[in-house]
């Protein structure tokens, strides 16, 4: 994590369920619109996302959510029981 002034910049990876098409892109735009996600970034293979987004606005969960609504096909880890 690295901390600006007021801002907590936390860094997500995630692997694709499926690498993204034309529709998938356009819908990361929207994402990009989202209060407290500063950046996602594509993978050149298009398996692969980096979400950036403020912790002070969001959690884990928000930008997963949001991503999920986008219908971007991420692959989120199961919680340890």
Known sequence: MICFRGMTKVTLHYE???????ADIENITRVHSVY??????????????TVDYDASRLMKQ???????????????AAAAA
């Open 16 to 22: 694709l369920s499926r690498p993204l098409g034309d």
């Open 36 to 49: 407290g996600i500063v950046r996602v970034q594509v993978a050149p293979a298009l398996d692969k996302i």
């Open 62 to 76: 928000d930008v997963e959510a949001v991503l999920a609504r986008q219908g971007i096909p991420i692959r989120v």
